[in-house]
C-alpha cells in the first residue's frame, strides 16, 4: 500500500483532505509539524506529499528545496490559495508535481484525487526507469 502525507498547519483542512482518501488505496498519514513531515521524507515512508502554504512557520518556498534535498523522489503537490503568478513559477522551479487551490467542493475533491492517482503513477514510472537503467 502506498503512503500519501498530508501536511498541512490548519487542522480542519488536513481532516478534510483525509477524509478524501478514506476508504481508499492508500495508507495515509497527518503531519501536524515540520519533525513530522521530515521524518517521513527521510524514511521514505510517504512518497507522495500534499502540503500547505505555510507550516510550522515556514513558507512552501522554504520547505519545498529542503523536502527536495532529504529526498529528491518526492512527489509534492502544493495545495494553497496562493494565486500569485510570479510565487507559482518559482515553487514550478523547485520542481513541485502540481498547484491545487484549497478544495471547497465535490469537483476540488475529484482533482485532487486525480492529481494524487498521477502523481503516484508518476513516482513509480520514475523509479521503474532508474532501475532498468542500472
Known sequence: MQTLQIA?????????????????????????????????????????????????????????????RCNQNLTIILISNVESPNLIRRLRKERIFYHALKPVDGDDRAEIRQVVQCAFHNSTDKRASKNSST
Open 8 to 68: 498541512d498547519r490548519d487542522k480542519e483542512t488536513r481532516r478534510h483532505i483525509v477524509g478524501f482518501f478514506s476508504g481508499s488505496e492508500y495508507r495515509v498519514i497527518e503531519a501536524d509539524s515540520m519533525g513530522i513531515v521530515l521524518r517521513n521524507v527521510l524514511k521514505k515512508e510517504a512518497k507522495v506529499i500534499l502540503l500547505g502554504s505555510e507550516f510550522d512557520g515556514l513558507s512552501a518556498m522554504e520547505i519545498i528545496p529542503l523536502l527536495k
